[in-house]
Nanobody, 121 residues
């Protein structure tokens, strides 16, 4: 069974940075697509970024140039480096896994429990 465990969330001021981690158990990040989604209060969960088995990355327009997704195959962990954070980045961030990359949350079978990111102005 695949388990995803996020960490690294917290509270920062606008302009600050955070790095989220997602540790994968039961599968290997080298063979699956890993993605980050987020859900702000009162809003639907939305796609943030993904990285496929060969390291190709995709980003939502709202985070391009500010967020960087990466993975460490030896640690079986995926990261989301976030800089220049804005109040509108405030959300619960989830990592997710599936065989092939997609921006559609319904297509992802495995999810972490989420980690809160709060950005104050």
């Amino acid at each position: 069974q695949v388990q995803l465990v996020e960490s690294g969330g917290g509270s920062v001021q606008a302009g600050g940075s955070l790095r989220l981690s997602c540790a994968v158990r039961g599968d290997t990040v080298s063979r699956v697509c890993m993605a980050w989604f987020r859900q702000a209060p009162g809003k639907q969960r939305e796609f943030v970024s993904s990285i496929d088995s060969v390291g190709s990355t995709t980003y939502a327009d709202s985070v391009k140039g500010r967020f960087t997704i990466s993975k460490d195959n030896s640690q079986n962990t995926v990261y989301l480096e976030m800089i220049s954070l804005k109040p509108e980045d405030t959300a619960i961030y989830y990592c997710a896994a599936r065989l092939w990359c997609s921006r559609l949350e319904d297509s992802f079978r495995y999810w972490g429990q989420g980690t809160q990111v709060t950005v104050s102005s």
